[in-house]
Antibody, heavy 119, light 106 residues
Framework: EVQLLDSGGGLIQPGGSLRLSCAAS????????MNWVRQAPGKGLEWVSA????????YYADSVKGRFTISRDNSKNTLYLQLNSLRAEDTAEYYC????????????WGQGTLVTVSS | EIVLTQSPATLSLSPGERATLSCRAS??????LAWYQQKPGQAPRLLIY???NRATGIPARFSGIGSGTDFTLTISSLEPEDFAVYYC????????FGQGTKVEIK
């Protein structure tokens, strides 16, 4: 059974940093692209970042480019998102999501981890 | 960036009725469109990919159609568990989502 377990969220001050993790199990992790998607309270879904299965290619939404870094450790079946220079507008539930195949939609999602940026 | 516009924002229907949701892209996305369902407090669930293919385990009452810029998700007969928010997503350029359509009980 495929499982994605998001963690690492919390309350952080503006300008601060946080690292989110997504522990994957039940599939060959290195064979699939992975993504982070966020959802601000009461709002819609916003794609944040993607990484290829081998970790060689990464992609970012303009809203986070230069501040967030996606990475993965295939030996640990874990996806990461490093969040730097956090702003109030980064407050959201952050979900990791697995691609069905290369550039395919997301067939499995984590349960989400809440990041709150506030002083 | 390709913008997806969903309509209506809210759909008020009764169980057993037919739901028709629309997603329009600002430029052609070919058939590279997916639909998701999200219930309160839960992660989204993939319903439809490549415009018309049901994901694993999705009931036959969910169907999708369209190509280019205009897409439709139809729920043929609403079950109580279908009242939720639905999002479309495109992948022709990097991923973007529509703003969502809420299907609520009338």
């Amino acid at each position: 059974e495929v499982q994605l377990l998001d963690s690492g969220g919390g309350l952080i001050q503006p300008g601060g940093s946080l690292r989110l993790s997504c522990a994957a199990s039940g599939f060959t992790f290195s064979s699939y692209g992975m993504n982070w998607v966020r959802q601000a309270p009461g709002k819609g879904l916003e794609w944040v970042s993607a990484i290829s299965g081998d970790g060689e290619r990464t992609y970012y939404a303009d809203s986070v480019k230069g501040r967030f870094t996606i990475s993965r450790d295939n030996s640990k079946n874990t996806l990461y998102l490093q969040l730097n220079s956090l702003r109030a507008e980064d407050t959201a539930e952050y979900y990791c999501a697995k691609e069905m195949g290369r550039k395919q939609p997301f067939d499995y999602w984590g349960q989400g981890t809440l990041v709150t940026v506030s002083s | 960036e390709i913008v997806l516009t969903q309509s209506p924002a809210t759909l008020s229907l009764s169980p057993g009725e037919r739901a028709t949701l629309s997603c329009r892209a600002s430029q052609s996305v070919s058939s590279n469109l997916a639909w998701y369902q999200q219930k309160p407090g839960q992660a989204p669930r993939l319903l439809i990919y490549d415009a018309s293919n049901r994901a694993t385990g999705i009931p036959a009452r969910f169907s999708g159609i369209g190509s280019g810029t205009d897409f439709t998700l139809t729920i043929s007969s609403l079950e109580p568990e279908d009242f939720a928010v639905y999002y479309c997503q495109q992948r022709s350029s990097w991923w973007t989502f529509g703003q969502g359509t809420k299907v609520e009980i009338k």
